[in-house]
């Protein structure tokens, strides 16, 4: 078992290289996102149109927000938004696409 003292400064990497350990957090986060955006994608109700931004609202002020469509994008290494969108409509492709991110997608 590792013991580290909770004196000796270690950053997490480091610990984790010394267990012999990797982060899942974020990985299993961006599946469980993906998954349930898909679901609601499909759908075509409320949740469908806040999610593809098509319900006007004020924009607050500050830097814009990322969006949840633009992290996945990048998890899933989709060029455009219109891929990852058509995708979303056949189950199987985007399975098929969340499980080739979830092997070589970075956090």
């Known amino acids: 078992m590792l013991r ?7 950053s997490n990497e480091t610990v984790l290289i010394r267990a012999n350990s990797r982060r899942s957090l974020i990985k299993t986060i961006r599946k469980r996102q993906a998954t ?6 499909r759908r075509e109700k ?6 593809t931004g098509k319900l006007d609202e004020k924009r607050g002020r500050g830097n814009q927000r990322e969006k949840m ?9 989709s060029g455009s938004s219109t891929e990852t969108m058509t995708a979303m409509g056949h189950r ?12 070589h997608g970075t956090g």
């Open 4 to 10: 580290i003292s909770w004196t000796e400064r270690k």
């Open 36 to 41: 349930v955006l898909g679901h609601v994608m």
């Open 46 to 51: 409320l949740e469908h149109l806040i999610t």
């Open 69 to 77: 469509m633009d992290g996945l994008k990048r998890w899933l290494g």
């Open 92 to 103: 199987e492709l985007w399975r098929n696409m969340i499980a080739d991110a979830s092997k």
